[in-house]
T-cell receptor, first 112, second 114 residues
């Protein structure tokens, strides 16, 4: 059974820091991996999607990497801003399925 | 990406009543929609996969007679929580399968059962 873990569960940093968010998964037979952002009481916004054949994806200040063989992904946030404060969720899509398996998320607080 | 709406955004009901939650795709015809449930500080858990015109596929441990799903059109799926109890209080989120292997999520519905 696929399990997705995100550690730590919460992180509080001053504005301007470069951040690394970690995600690990137990079964490397994934189709793709996605990083989402969730604001309090809201739905999910897709940030980056990495196919299983890819190593990384970039969008603005965000960069996500994938090491499928070791079951790890990282989301790198450059020059963090208070507006980046949210919960960040990692989800893997398993091969042969449309099902997404989510981690519990990491609550990020960026202080001005 | 696709725009997904949910209605209502919040609902409070008495124990034993039934609650219907709508999920609409505003600009995308979705043959497949998904319903998730999220308890506080927990992961989103897939409850069921809804395919237009056919019966939903439920995940293990989800009671199909309690959580009724109807995907009657390419733009609308509904989740009805029948005889709701306090333990059903949760955040319910729908999503639809879009192009480019991604899913587009609705804003969620907060259900509180008293």
């Amino acid at each position: 059974k696929q399990e997705v873990t995100q550690i730590p569960a919460a992180l509080s940093v001053p504005e301007g820091e470069n951040l690394v968010l970690n995600c690990s998964f137990t079964d490397s037979a994934i189709y793709n991996l996605q990083w989402f952002r969730q604001d309090p009481g809201k739905g999910l916004t897709s940030l980056l999607l990495i196919q299983s054949s890819q190593r990384e994806q970039t969008s603005g200040r965000l960069n996500a990497s994938l090491d499928k063989s070791s079951g790890r992904s990282t989301l790198y946030i450059a020059a963090s801003q208070p507006g980046d404060s949210a919960t960040y969720l990692c989800a893997v899509r398993e091969g042969g399925s449309e099902k997404l398996v989510f981690g519990k998320g990491m609550k990020l607080t960026v202080n001005p | 990406g696709a725009v997904v709406s949910q209605h209502p955004s919040r609902v409070i009901c008495k124990s034993g009543t039934s609650v219907k939650i709508e999920c609409r795709s505003l600009d995308f015809q979705a043959t497949t929609m998904f319903w998730y449930r999220q308890f506080p500080k927990q992961s989103l858990m897939l409850m069921a996969t809804s395919n237009e015109g056919s019966k939903a596929t439920y995940e293990q441990g989800v009671e199909k007679d309690k959580f009724l799903i109807n995907h009657a059109s390419l733009t609308l799926s509904t989740l009805t929580v029948t005889s709701a109890h306090p333990e059903d209080s949760s955040f319910y989120i729908c999503s639809l399968a879009g192009d480019a292997d991604t899913q587009y999520f609705g804003p969620g519905t907060r259900l509180t059962v008293l």
